[in-house]
């Protein structure tokens, strides 16, 4: 995908999800963008909302997909004995504390040597998860994998987290339907409950810290950890409170339907209904696991009981 470049400091800026403007998360300025690029990205987001309706056939995806990575980018890092590492990428931004870069089977961050610290703060705070006992093995997956970390010329460090080649930044995705914002609330949520147990505060929960297989219907959490802490604590610079990560569910939600994050959502006939609108604008219940279950009243009386999803299953279908 190709960068829109942060005419202030360089970097590389953040779309909102409807195309219209980017942002500068390191300097904030923003830009808004011309038609020729509202349309370059609108049909980008088209072709990725396309791989949810993708059938079950292995082949048709790996197509999809080798075609998607065609439009990947370069990106070459300076190892201190001289030698390069080479990145592969489909997509990059720009945090005020790393780059991201996503590969096709990882995530690479890269940190200036001011902000090599939050390499340390990043195993620190995943460390720090513990699961339920009997879920431990299928819930870890949906938190970061550290795979390595490398020192670079001039005390820069890169640290490299696992990903499945099916999972995609949830940013590429643009706007959303209600019935697939569902999905995503649905596990987010999970992944809320996860934190709750642990008493952790992610404090980036965002747009840019969620990763999302579009077959499957799963999301992961793999970003920004170098914020994350226990509840009622300080680090970098951030009060960390347990209760932030469902304010930040909800504005998730917002952006994804097209809203800004300190708007209320609008309902809309069949697409945003009452219940997921009034959901999404209320206030988090007391924990996460009340949350959950409050969140899974208001998911049937938006779209009634839960139907299997099927992998080719259209859009309208997936909840009836
Ligand atoms: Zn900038």
């Known amino acids: 995908m190709k960068n829109i470049l ?12 409807s195309a219209t403007t980017a942002v500068c998360k390191y300097c904030g300025s923003t830009y808004v963008l ?12 088209k072709r990725m909302r396309s791989f949810f309706t993708l059938s079950k056939d292995e082949q048709a995806r790996r197509l999809k997909a080798d075609e998607l990575w ?8 300076e190892c201190p004995d001289g030698k390069d590492i080479e990145v592969r990428y489909l997509y990059s931004h720009k945090d005020p504390a790393a780059d991201s870069y996503t590969a096709r089977r990882n995530i690479i ?3 200036e040597e001011k902000n090599a610290d939050c390499v340390e703060k990043f195993r620190k705070a995943i460390s720090m998860l513990d699961y ?3 879920d431990t093995k299928s819930l870890s997956d949906f938190f970061p994998h550290i795979n390595g970390g490398f020192e670079l010329e001039g005390g820069e460090r890169l640290l490299v987290i696992t990903k499945g080649e099916d999972e995609y930044p949830l940013r590429l995705f643009g706007t959303l339907s209600g019935r ?7 596990r987010l949520e999970n992944l809320c409950c996860v934190l709750e147990y642990n008493g952790l505060a992610h404090a980036d929960l965002n747009i840019d810290s969620i990763y999302i297989n579009p077959y499957d219907h799963t999301a992961f959490l793999y970003g920004n950890w170098w914020n994350a802490g226990k509840h009622n604590t300080h680090t970098r610079g951030i ?8 304010v930040n569910l909800r504005k998730i939600a917002k952006e994804l339907l097209g809203f800004k994050a300190d708007e209320k959502v609008i309902p809309d006939g069949d697409n945003i209904p009452q219940a997921l609108a009034d959901f999404i604008n209320g206030s988090p219940k007391v924990n996460a696991y009340e ?3 409050y969140w899974d009243e208001m998911l049937i009386k938006a779209f009634g009981e839960r139907k299997f999803i099927n992998m080719d299953t259209e859009d309208g279908e997936i909840y009836k």
Do not use: R
Request: charge should be negative; hydrophobic fraction near 40%.
């Open 180 to 186: 697939h914002v569902a999905w995503i609330i649905s």
């Open 70 to 77: 065609e439009t990947a980018e370069d990106k070459k890092f």
């Open 6 to 17: 942060c005419k202030n400091c360089g970097g590389s800026m953040i779309l909102d999800a």
């Open 291 to 293: 949350d959950f279950a």
């Open 132 to 134: 339920p006992s009997a």
């Open 109 to 111: 961050y890269h940190f």
């Open 34 to 45: 011309n038609h020729e690029d509202t349309d370059y990205y609108k049909q980008f987001y």
């Open 239 to 246: 009060f960390l409170d347990v209760a932030d990560n469902l």
